[in-house]
C-alpha cells in the first residue's frame, strides 16, 4: 500500500505541474481532467483488488464535500448547457476522489505520507522555478520587465496568476519538509522557499499579494507564539532575508511599474478593479435572481451576460468574453444558489476550524494548513482556482492532511466506510470522467481545426467538422460560443441562407444571451429582406450591449431600408469608434435625408 499510495501522490503532482497538449485550445484543463481521472480510476482498482480493506471513519467535512459534489450533480437537472454542467461537476467529482483516496492512504502511515508529500512537492518547486526563471531571463532580455509582458510567461500554467497562486500552494509543503530537516539541508530549504516568494513577487499578482500576506501573517504568528529565537537569528533566515531585499529594492528602483502594483492604494482606481467591480455586481444580480437554486453547475458564463455587459470595457469594445467571474464564492453563488454556497463555504471554513482547533497539539502544521487554508480563500475572492485541476488536486491535499490530523481515538465518525466499497463508487465516477474527458477532448481538436478553416475560409469543411464534434457534452467552446455559431457563419458565406438561419437559432438556444449570435441570426433576416424582424433582434442584441458596432450598423441599415433615416442617423452616431465605414454611413444617410426633405 506504502508504495502504491506513493506512486499515486507522485502522479497527482506530475498531472499538476508537467501534463498539458499544445493540440487543445485550452492546453491545461481538459488534458489534466482526463489524465488525473485515469490516475483515480488506476489507483481506485488496486485498491478494490488489494486484500486489507480498512473501515474509514467519516466526519464532517466529508459529508460537506459530498454535499456540496452531490448539488453540483443536481444542478445539471436545470442547467442551461448538460455539457458545461457535467464537466464542471465531474471536475469536483475528480476533487473530492482525489481527497478521499488521499484519506485512505494517510489512514494507513500518516507521518511518512506527510514527509513524502512535502518532498515531492519540494521536487516539484525546483523543476517550475527552474523553467521560470529561465523564461523570465528570456523574457526580461528580448522585451524587457513589464507587466504586460509578464503574461507572455505561459509555460505549464498558461497565465501568471494561476503560477503564482500554484507557486503559494507549494510554500506550506516545502516548510513542512524544511521544519523537518536538519543541516545544510534545511538551508537550501530556505533557499528554495526565498527563490519561490520571490518569484511570486516578480510574477506581479495583486491577488496573490494578498494571499501571500495573510500567509506570512499566520506563519509570523507560529514564530512568536512558540518564541523560536534560534529560528530569527539563524544564519539562513538573515542571508535569505538580506538577499530578498536587495533584489526586491534593486527591482522596485528601476521598475515603477512593480512599485505601483505592490502598492494596494493603486489597485482600486484601476481599470480592472473597476471592471471586477462592475462583473462582482451583475453576478449578484443574478444570483438574486436564482437565489434557490442557481443557474446550474459552470453555467454562469452563459447566463451573466442576461442583465447587460454595460461598462465591462473588454466585453464591450474588444470582443473579449468573461468565462470566470474572477471571485469563485460569488460564481458559485450565482451557479447553485444558497444551497451551493452554503455548502462550499462550509468545505473551506470548516477544515479551517479543524486546522485551528489542533494548533496546541500540532502547532506547526495548524498554523501551515490553516495559512494554506487562507490564502486559497482570498484568492479565491479575485481569482478562479476552482476552475484549474492543479487547484482543485493541492486543495484536496489540505483538506484531507487537516481531516486526517484532527482524527484522534476520541473522535466521533458521524459513519464508517469501507474503503473497498468508496472506491469502488470511485472508479465508476472516474470512469464517466474519463468518458466526458475523451469526448471533450476529441472535440476540442475538432474545434482548433475548425479555427484554422475559418481563416482559410474553407466552409464546407467548417460544416462537416461541426457535425463531427458537436455533441451534447460538448457544444461550446473555450470562449462560450456555441459550436452552431461558426457552422451558421459557414451558410451564410456559401449563400445557403435557410441553413444559416436555422442554424444561428440552434446557437441562440444553446447561448440565449449572446450577442453575436443575435447580430448574426439579424443579419440572415437583412439579406432576406426581413428588416422588421431583423430590428427586434438586433434591440435585444442592443439591450445586452448597447455599443456592439455591428449590431450598431446593421440597425441603420435596416431603419434605412424602411425609410426611417432620422432613427438610421441617430443609431449609427452611437457607433463608439470613428472609422470610414462609419464616415460612409453617415454620407448615405445624411444624402437620403436631405432628398426625403426636398421631396
Not at 341 to 353: K, T, V
Not at 449 to 469: D, F, G, H, Q
Not at 524 to 553: G, H, K, M, T
Request: glycine letters at 4%; one cysteine or more.
Amino acid at each position: 500500500m506504502r508504495l502504491a499510495g506513493q506512486l499515486y501522490i507522485a502522479a497527482l503532482f506530475v498531472v499538476s505541474t508537467v501534463v498539458f497538449s499544445p493540440a487543445l485550445l485550452d492546453y491545461y484543463l481538459g488534458s489534466r481532467f482526463l489524465v488525473a481521472s485515469l490516475i483515480g480510476a488506476v489507483f481506485a482498482i488496486f485498491l478494490i483488488t488489494r486484500k486489507g480493506a480498512i473501515r474509514m471513519r467519516i466526519i464532517l467535512p466529508d459529508l460537506l464535500i459530498l454535499s456540496f459534489v452531490a448539488w453540483n450533480a443536481i444542478s445539471i437537472g436545470w442547467a442551461l448547457n448538460f455539457g458545461e454542467a457535467v464537466f464542471t461537476t465531474g471536475r469536483w467529482i475528480l476533487f473530492a476522489s482525489c481527497y478521499f483516496l488521499l484519506r485512505i492512504i494517510l489512514n494507513h502511515d500518516q507521518d511518512v505520507v506527510f514527509k513524502f508529500i512535502s518532498r515531492i512537492s519540494v521536487l516539484a518547486t525546483a523543476v517550475l522555478l527552474c523553467a521560470l526563471y529561465l523564461a523570465l531571463v528570456q523574457l526580461v532580455m528580448d522585451e524587457g520587465y513589464t507587466t504586460r509582458n509578464l503574461y507572455e510567461i505561459k509555460l505549464i500554467f498558461g497565465h501568471k496568476s494561476v503560477t503564482s497562486a500554484f507557486l503559494l500552494l507549494l510554500v506550506p509543503f516545502n516548510l513542512l519538509q524544511w521544519h523537518s530537516t536538519k543541516g545544510s539541508r534545511r538551508q537550501l530549504l530556505l533557499i528554495l522557499i526565498t527563490l519561490q516568494m520571490l518569484m511570486i513577487l516578480l510574477l506581479q499578482s495583486r491577488a496573490i499579494y494578498l494571499a501571500s500576506f495573510s500567509f506570512a501573517c499566520v506563519m509570523i504568528w507560529y514564530f512568536i507564539s512558540s518564541y523560536d529565537g534560534a529560528f530569527w537569528k539563524s544564519r539562513p533566515f538573515r542571508y535569505s532575508t538580506v538577499f530578498v531585499v536587495l533584489v526586491l529594492g534593486g527591482v522596485l528602483s528601476i521598475n515603477t511599474e512593480l512599485r505601483d502594483r505592490l502598492n494596494p492604494l493603486n489597485y482600486s482606481g484601476s481599470q480592472t478593479a473597476y471592471e471586477r467591480k462592475v462583473v462582482w455586481s451583475r453576478t449578484w444580480d443574478l444570483t438574486m435572481d436564482h437565489l434557490a437554486k442557481g443557474v446550474g453547475s459552470g453555467n454562469w458564463k452563459l447566463q451573466f451576460p442576461q442583465h447587460g455587459v454595460e461598462r465591462v470595457y473588454r466585453m464591450q469594445y474588444q470582443d473579449v468574453v468573461f468565462t470566470r467571474a474572477h471571485n469563485d464564492f460569488l460564481e458559485t453563488a450565482a451557479e447553485l444558489g444558497v444551497p451551493g454556497i452554503l455548502l462550499y463555504l462550509g468545505m473551506l471554513l470548516f477544515p479551517l476550524f479543524l486546522a485551528l482547533s489542533f494548533r496546541k497539539r500540532n502547532p506547526w502544521k495548524s498554523h501551515l494548513l490553516s495559512g494554506s487554508l487562507f490564502a486559497f480563500i482570498i484568492v479565491s475572492f479575485f481569482d478562479f482556482p476552482k476552475e484549474r485541476i492543479e487547484m482543485l488536486i493541492l486543495l484536496a491535499f489540505v483538506l484531507s492532511m487537516t481531516s486526517q490530523i484532527k482524527m484522534t481515538k476520541s473522535t466521533r465518525p458521524l459513519l464508517f466506510l469501507q474503503s473497498t466499497g468508496l472506491a469502488v463508487v470511485i472508479l465508476i465516477l472516474m470512469a464517466l470522467n474519463i468518458y466526458v474527458g475523451a469526448v471533450r477532448y476529441r472535440a476540442e481538436i475538432g474545434m482548433r481545426s475548425v479555427l484554422l478553416e475559418r481563416r482559410a475560409e474553407n466552409w464546407n469543411k467548417i460544416i462537416t467538422k461541426i457535425e463531427e464534434i458537436h455533441s451534447p457534452l460538448y457544444s461550446l467552446d473555450p470562449s462560450s460560443m456555441p459550436l452552431r455559431f461558426y457552422q451558421g457563419i459557414a451558410y451564410y458565406n456559401l449563400d445557403s441562407l435557410d441553413e444559416a438561419e436555422e442554424t444561428f437559432k440552434s446557437a441562440l438556444d444553446e447561448s440565449p444571451y449572446n450577442f453575436h449570435v443575435i447580430n448574426n441570426l439579424a443579419t440572415v433576416y437583412i439579406r432576406q429582406q426581413r428588416c422588421p424582424e431583423a430590428l427586434i433582434l438586433l434591440d435585444r442584441a442592443l439591450e445586452l450591449n448597447s455599443l456592439f458596432d455591428e449590431a450598431l450598423f446593421n440597425s441603420a441599415y435596416c431603419l434605412h431600408t424602411l425609410g426611417r433615416y432620422e432613427a438610421a442617423l441617430e443609431k449609427v452616431m452611437q457607433v463608439p469608434q470613428e472609422s470610414e465605414r462609419k464616415r460612409q454611413f453617415i454620407l448615405e444617410i445624411s444624402k437620403a435625408i436631405e432628398m426625403n426633405s426636398n421631396n
